[in-house]
């Protein structure tokens, strides 16, 4: 609609500061009466006192009337000058805005570019790290740039590195085997320097940036080789991923979920697992040395070979767990779940197992000098040809145990309950068997006792004899292959 010829514009009409013509001339009368009657003061205060008093009332009223009121059309006017001032610095405020994010969006859409897998590697890791600059200074964006870096690790074109030698040769089972000394493949930042920089980037986002990066989806991503020590990896999704030969040493994966993970010699002492899932994952000769693991679930973890020593897996579920020869001495395993693992050849010296739960457990051949077992569950348990000198079995469960030929010397079973265990070939010289349960428990004339005790004795506590106990039909081999080896030379004899 047209405007009328004079009228002003409703926009421009806002913009200008509010003027008020009624009031500035009223105040200046009233200043320039108070100053008229001021003026004649003097004479007439040699006359009339009182009506000189008056006059002076009046004027004084006068004047304050005036400075007041042009007082208050300065004020007005100043605050309709500072309302336009900010009105005009919100409006370059937002337009800045508006030129900065499309500024940000050239340069995310450039850098998103150069990521493309024909691209040189050169133009590729400029990308990356152009991503990482626009996530430290735009963080609206850092959701989609983790997104897009968590994307480019699980698919960026690399050389797949060689196949690992696990699997058992053809015609024998797995688990006979002899784990293969695999070559470490050529490290990621050599095979794939691209992918090595995405995932150095989202490691170091937590120190860089001060958040967790809103993505951290890597699961099924091929990090063999992959070099991420000491990085920042809470939470992250790690499900099937290839680690091979990894080096995480002081990495933080609490949290993380590593299910079905590949991690076999990798190196990971001193990560922090705390609460990190790591059900089925294969960490075999991995180095887990100091680990922290305290409540992480490894139920079917294969480490075979893994060195654990020193390490920390207090109230950690490995049940089924495959731990044939791991190096596990002084770990601390109080409370674990460890029902039904696998523990042959184990070496467990100095380990604090204190109500640890090992029921079915198969511990044949396993080391447990010096260990603590106190409270620990071990019924049914296979602990034949164990080494347990001096080790704390106080109040332990071994209810149906078999401790065929075990070396119990100078350990300290007070308390122990042992109904129905096998002590056949058992020595236990010098073990304290103060108010142990040996109701319904097995020996032999073999079972070698401590001082003060004999058959006689242990007949009158309840333990049975058998004459020519029968040693057990599978026993561990004393190399790895053995057996698989023992079986192919018997089929071609």
Request: glycine share 10%.
């Amino acid at each position: 609609m047209a405007h009328r010829a004079g009228q002003p514009d409703g926009d421009d009409h806002a913009a200008r500061p509010r003027r008020h013509p009624a009031w500035a001339p009223v105040g200046a009368v009233a200043l320039a009466l108070g100053l008229l009657v001021t003026l004649p003061l003097a004479r007439l205060a040699r006359g009339d006192e009182a009506g000189a008093v008056l006059l002076l009332g009046l004027a004084a009223v006068l004047v304050l009337a005036g400075v007041g009121i042009g007082a208050g059309v300065a004020l007005r006017q100043l605050r309709a000058t500072l309302d336009q001032l900010t009105a005009t610095l919100s409006a370059s405020r937002d337009q800045l805005e508006l030129s900065e994010q499309g500024r940000f969006t050239d340069r995310y859409t450039s850098a998103v570019g150069q990521l493309d897998g024909h691209r040189a590697v050169a133009v590729r890791l400029g990308g990356l790290h152009a991503l990482e600059r626009i996530a430290r200074d735009s963080p609206g964006d850092r959701q989609a740039i983790a997104g897009v870096l968590c994307a480019h690790a699980r698919t960026a074109p690399r050389p797949a590195p060689p196949a690992a030698a696990d699997a058992a040769p053809p015609g024998l089972p797995a688990a006979d085997a002899a784990p293969a000394a695999d070559a470490a493949p050529p490290a990621l930042a050599r095979r794939a320097p691209d992918v090595q920089a995405a995932v150095t980037i989202l490691g170091r986002w937590r120190e860089r940036l001060h958040q967790p990066p809103p993505v951290l989806d890597l699961r099924d991503a091929d990090l063999q080789g992959a070099q991420l020590d000491g990085a920042r990896l809470q939470d992250a999704v790690l499900a099937g991923a290839q680690l091979q030969h990894a080096s995480l040493a002081g990495a933080q994966l609490q949290g993380a979920d590593l299910r079905g993970a590949q991690l076999q010699g990798a190196d990971l002492r001193g990560v922090q697992f705390q609460d990190a899932a790591l059900h089925d994952a294969g960490l075999q000769r991995a180095d887990l040395g100091g680990a922290q693991l305290g409540s992480a679930v490894l139920d079917g973890a294969r480490l075979q070979q893994a060195t654990l020593g020193g390490a920390r897996l207090q109230r950690a579920s490995l049940r089924g767990a495959q731990l044939q020869r791991a190096q596990l001495a002084g770990a601390q395993l109080q409370g674990a779940d460890l029902a039904g693992a696998q523990l042959r050849g184990t070496v467990l010296d100095g380990a604090r197992l204190e109500d640890a739960r090992l029921q079915d457990a198969d511990l044949w051949g396993a080391r447990l000098r010096d260990a603590d077992l106190t409270g620990a569950q071990l019924q049914g348990a296979i602990l034949d040809d164990a080494k347990l000198q001096r080790a704390s079995l106080d109040g332990a469960q071994l209810q149906r145990a078999k401790l065929w030929r075990a070396e119990l010397q100078h350990a300290s079973l007070y308390r122990a309950q042992l109904g129905d265990a096998s002590l056949a070939a058992a020595q236990l010289q010098d073990t304290d068997l103060d108010q142990a349960g040996l109701r319904d428990a097995w020996a032999s004339e073999a079972t070698g006792w401590p001082a003060g005790w004999d058959a006689d004795r242990a007949r009158a506590e309840g333990v049975r004899f058998v004459e020519r106990p029968r040693e057990p039909d599978a026993r561990p081999p004393d190399q790895p292959g053995t057996r698989a080896r023992e079986r192919t030379r018997q089929g071609r004899s």
